[in-house]
Nanobody, 124 residues
Framework: QVQLVESGGGLVQAGGSLRLSCAAS????????MGWYRQAPGKQRELVAI???????DYADAVKGRFTISRDNAKNTVYLQMNSLKPEDTGVYYC??????????????????WGQGTQVTVSS
């Protein structure tokens, strides 16, 4: 099993920045892709950023140019730097890890391991 622990959420004004961290432990050698999902109240969980084991990245259109995902394999940690935050970015952000490929074409059921989530609230 793999355990994922997120940190870094909080309350920020629109236009501000936050950096989320996700520390992985356990059978980390089994992890390939990692990513960040978010879920707003009353909405489905959506994928916002992916990073491969080799460092390749992909972003949802809604966050492209504002969010940056990165990965430190030596520390078993993935980050999400969020800049120019908007009220619509509000939600619970979940770290995700998979033994294979994470794709925007597939739903959240594709994910092997989840973190507990961290709340991000952006005020207008």
């Amino acid at each position: 099993q793999v355990q994922l622990v997120e940190s870094g959420g909080g309350l920020v004004q629109a236009g501000g920045s936050l950096r989320l961290s996700c520390a992985a432990s356990g059978r980390i050698f089994s992890i390939n892709d990692m990513g960040w999902y978010r879920q707003a109240p009353g909405k489905q969980r959506e994928l916002v950023a992916i990073i491969t084991l080799g460092g390749g990245t992909d972003y949802a259109d809604a966050v492209k140019g504002r969010f940056t995902i990165s990965r430190d394999n030596a520390k078993n940690t993935v980050y999400l730097q969020m800049n120019s935050l908007k009220p619509e970015d509000t939600g619970v952000y979940y770290c995700a890890a998979d033994r294979g490929t994470i794709s925007y074409a597939w739903g959240p059921s594709q994910i092997d391991f989840w973190g507990q989530g961290t709340q991000v609230t952006v005020s207008s």
